[in-house]
T-cell receptor
Framework: ETGVTQTPRHLVMGMTNKKSLKCEQH?????MYWYKQSAKKPLELMFV???????ENNSVPSRFSPECPNSSHLFLHLHTLQPEDSALYLC????????????FGPGTRLTVL | LAKTTQPISMDSYEGQEVNITCSHN???????ITWYQQFPSQGPRFIIQ???TKVTNEVASLFIPADRKSSTLSLPRVSLSDTAVYYC?????????????FGTGTRLQVFP
């Protein structure tokens, strides 16, 4: 049990659908992250929130929209995705950013048809 | 941010000691060195972190030479369950825009 939960664990959606991924951390951390991991590729950092403020946006397509309503919750809103967006989406949290230990959730396996 | 370089893959046998070396020539004074382990379809898990010399915990040791331009993760007596991808990262303890970059990692395969 890592203290970071993600829902849903699996998601299949069409290219015209709108869905949201949810992440919740119970560790009292101040930073939360969204990562994307495609098959046999490195982890790609998508978004970082520190103290509820977004501090990094790695030129992620606008069809991915993050939301961090408070320090315990993080959402990733998805719309008009492409098949190449199919991947494992991981949420993580840490006390601070950078070298602070990141605790990862189990991930959401997303398939875009 | 310091860039890291590590071998793409390594093979070992059960019971052997495995050493994975990471190069980070541009490490900054306030950077720490952190190693993570990742199993398929799971998020990475923190293994060990150090700043200089040697750090040891219940699962691994981390050796850092005086110039800190490289580091070596040592896994004593590996088992089949140690088969995973191992990532080396460098970064400082901050609350600002610094971030850790997960590179390609080292894929360790342990054979019976």
């Amino acid at each position: 049990e890592t203290g970071v939960t993600q829902t849903p664990r699996h998601l299949v959606m069409g290219m015209t659908n709108k869905k949201s991924l949810k992440c919740e951390q119970h560790l009292g951390h101040n930073a939360m992250y969204w990562y994307k991991q495609s098959a046999k590729k490195p982890l790609e950092l998508m978004f970082v929130y520190s103290l509820e403020e977004r501090v990094e946006n790695n030129s992620v397509p606008s069809r991915f929209s993050p939301e961090c309503p408070n320090s315990s919750h993080l959402f990733l809103h998805l719309h008009t995705l492409q098949p190449e967006d199919s991947a494992l989406y991981l949420c993580a949290s840490s006390q601070g950013t950078s070298a602070y230990e990141q605790f990862f959730g189990p991930g959401t396996r997303l398939t875009v048809l | 941010l310091a860039k890291t370089t590590q071998p793409i893959s390594m093979d070992s046998y059960e019971g052997q000691e495995v050493n994975i070396t990471c190069s980070h020539n541009n490490i900054a004074t306030n950077d720490y060195i952190t190693w993570y382990q990742q199993f398929p379809s799971q998020g990475p898990r923190f293994i060990i972190q150090g700043y200089k010399t040697k750090v040891t915990n219940e699962v691994a040791s981390l050796f850092i030479p005086a110039d800190r331009k490289s580091s070596t993760l040592s896994l004593p007596r590996v088992s089949l369950s140690d088969t995973a991808v191992y990532y080396c990262l460098v970064g400082g303890l901050t609350y600002n825009t610094d971030k850790l970059i997960f590179g390609t990692g080292t894929r360790l395969q342990v054979f019976p």
